[in-house]
């Protein structure tokens, strides 16, 4: 193996393909697709080598280090590709604008509905409470 100065490795035989890989979030159950190029390579001394760029950025495989695009969460779990093309009930969306323009979403967003959501629950509860004993 040839170490270039700049720290790149010298590969002898290349292939790239393109591999668009589905997604679901475990955490607000979405669905979506993400689309890598796959550079596979072996070394002067046949070691396999794989890069993996999303948009011309070298990125972890898709199965180590996804988070999902709306929520946030790293709860995501992954699918072959090719597997929402024999699963045609299932649609994946397009990730938020600003997912797509490289930013992480807010997490604050689900913490606020379910902050909503449970303040709500406690006046509810708490209405009906007063009501009960008031009538006595």
């Known amino acids: 193996m040839e170490v270039l100065s700049s720290g790149v490795v010298q590969v002898r035989e290349a292939i790239s393909t393109r591999e668009t890989w589905p997604f679901e979030c475990l955490h607000c159950l979405r669905f979506w ?67 797509r323009a490289g930013r992480t979403p807010s997490r604050d967003a689900p913490f606020a509905s379910h902050a909503l959501l449970t303040l709500a629950l406690v006046l509810l509860t708490g209405a009906g409470l007063y009501e009960r004993f008031t009538a006595h």
């Open 33 to 99: 697709e993400e689309e890598y190029v796959v550079h596979r390579g072996c070394d002067e001394h046949g070691n396999d080598l794989v890069v993996w760029t999303r948009d011309d950025v070298t990125v972890q495989p898709p199965w180590s280090g996804m988070t999902c695009p709306w929520c946030g969460c790293a709860t995501v779990t992954t699918f072959p590709t090719g597997y929402l093309a024999h699963h045609p009930e299932i649609t994946p969306a397009r990730p938020p604008l600003e997912a």
